[in-house]
């Protein structure tokens, strides 16, 4: 593969031999700024290296048998443990934001609906409803 340095651009030439028309006769001259060149080298040679980088770690990744903490097997803590925070506490202070002094009662208000939500829906098992446009045209 030649690099845009050592292609020669001013021996390009159209050719009308090989055009549909054979009438129009025209010459293309236009010029590549050094910037532009040495910007496409440096790219090539990055998309170069980067290739060769890939190739090595998936050639050193394959012979290596992953070990647990690559797995994540290892880093879950136990669940024997006590929680470090209390459980809610950030969803209270949340509400205390937003409500104030009500906070409590419309947190009670909340849990009482989503329990009452979650027994509903495990007595009755509700299929899930299709969802249809409101307007529905039939032609």
């Known amino acids: ?9 001013n021996d390009v030439k159209y ?3 090989n055009s549909i028309e054979n009438e129009v006769k025209e010459e293309f001259e236009f010029e590549i700024d050094p910037e532009t060149i040495k910007f496409y080298e440096e790219s090539f040679k990055y998309k170069r290296e980067r290739q060769k980088e890939r190739k090595k770690k998936l050639s050193k990744n394959e012979l290596k048998p992953m070990t647990g903490e690559q797995l994540n097997l290892f880093t879950q803590e136990s669940s024997t443990n006590a929680p470090l925070e209390m459980v809610g506490k950030e969803r209270e202070e949340e509400l205390k ?3 104030g002094d009500k906070a409590k009662v419309i947190q009670y208000l909340e849990t009482t609906l989503q329990m009452i939500h979650d027994k509903n829906y495990d007595i009755y098992l509700p299929k899930y409803w299709p969802s249809f446009p409101l307007r529905i045209k039939f032609n």
């Open 1 to 9: 593969m030649k690099l845009l340095r050592e292609i020669k651009w």
């Open 15 to 17: 050719n009308p031999k």
């Open 97 to 99: 934001l937003m409500y």
